[in-house]
């Protein structure tokens, strides 16, 4: 059963991901569910596809100024994501995240994809988020995140669902065929027995640390993380938290604190996969700390915080073996023109080159 909020609409409709029919079907599905939307006609509003990630195709709706209201967004999920993905439950949890002032508001649902409020924030960039005051920031907000109250039905409440979803995703990968012969080849090469080791090995280790279990964002790169335009901030500055905004759930599930960490840090990297960004570790600690730090009674020891930054540097060699796995799957199934054969490499490739120095302090 789905969580409800007042003004939510439900449509099952296929918007065919056709980009030659897209804006008439995104318009009309805006006309039939977004309140006020019923009076105009698809000649009152403009649409301008958004660049971004690489998993959905997202579309901002702009009505006529004499409509008197907002742009929305409508997002199309990526072909057979599903596999991938459970939209009922990211559809359970948006909903929730929604009232704990979390993500953009869902105005309406369609089979493969939903319509959102637009939020006119800027979106960060890598370079942004190695700024110690946004660090501190995006740290503070996260502890919000985490201790957002989410609450699934039938779920196994409290239990981190990493490596259950990985090795789900190897057997898959196991199973996968290509028609295209290159392509076949390119996955052949893979070793998934390497990768089934490595990831027993992170598994084991990850049981030793016993990081906290909480609702995790699990991809919290920079363009997932927003801002509002309107404010200054001095450079260097920590101040006062003015607005920020976290959206795209889709992979949020219960997981450890540290794979959220961890995974952020990768993140400095950007799409480029410039690995040399990650951060060193005083740079980790001055997140750690203000993490730790937010809604405390009083600060975390060194030591604490010590300890804290070997796990989240684990866990970014579970973040490599997470989306390493991940981009086998879209390889096959994705419509979007990506390498993923080739960020799949770039992953385990960072993997083993830190593989040893993150292991060591855990």
């Not at 599930?253 to 960004?277: I, K, L, Q, T, V």
Request: aromatic share 10%.
């Amino acid at each position: 059963m789905v969580h409800k909020v007042p003004g939510h609409k439900n449509l099952l409709c296929s918007l065919k991901q056709d980009r030659s029919q897209i804006e008439r079907q995104a318009k009309q599905i805006c006309i039939d569910t977004v309140s006020g939307w019923d009076k105009m006609s698809q000649n009152d509003i403009t649409v301008s596809e958004i660049s971004g990630g690489i998993t959905n195709l997202l579309w901002k709706l702009t009505p006529s100024l004499k409509s008197g209201l907002g742009p929305v967004v409508v997002r199309v999920f990526g072909e057979q994501t599903d596999l991938l993905i459970d939209r009922e439950r990211e559809r359970e949890v948006l909903l929730q995240l929604n009232e704990a002032g979390f993500g953009a508001p869902i105005l309406s649902t369609f089979d493969n994809g939903r319509v959102e409020g637009f939020l006119d924030m800027r979106t960060l960039t890598p370079e942004d988020m190695t700024e110690p005051a946004m660090a501190v920031r995006i740290a503070r907000r996260l502890k919000q995140f985490h201790t957002a109250p989410i609450t699934l039905h039938g779920s196994n409440e409290g239990k981190a669902e990493p490596f259950k979803t990985l090795w789900k995703w190897l057997d898959m990968a196991k199973e996968i065929r290509y028609a295209d012969e290159e392509k076949q080849r390119a996955h052949d090469a893979v070793d998934l027995g390497a990768m089934a080791r490595e990831l027993a090995l992170t598994e084991e280790k990850s049981a030793q640390l016993q990081s906290p279990v909480v609702w995790s964002h699990n991809d919290l790169l920079s363009g997932n993380v927003l801002v509002s335009k309107q404010e200054v901030e001095p450079r260097g500055a920590v101040g006062t938290m003015p607005s920020m905004q976290f959206i795209d759930f889709e992979y949020g599930c219960h997981s450890y604190r540290g794979y959220d960490w961890g995974n952020h840090f990768c993140e400095y990297a950007g799409f480029e996969c410039a690995y040399s960004r990650y951060p060193d570790n005083e740079h980790v600690a001055l997140f750690i700390r203000a993490y730790l730090s937010e809604g405390a009674t009083s600060p975390p020891s060194d030591e604490e915080v010590e300890a804290a930054v070997a796990e989240g540097n684990f866990f970014a060699l579970v973040s490599h073996q997470f989306w390493g796995i991940w981009a086998l799957i879209q390889a096959r199934y994705s419509p979007i023109d990506f390498d993923y054969f080739g960020y799949s490499k770039l992953r385990w490739d960072e993997y083993y080159r830190r593989k040893e120095e993150f292991l060591r302090d855990v």
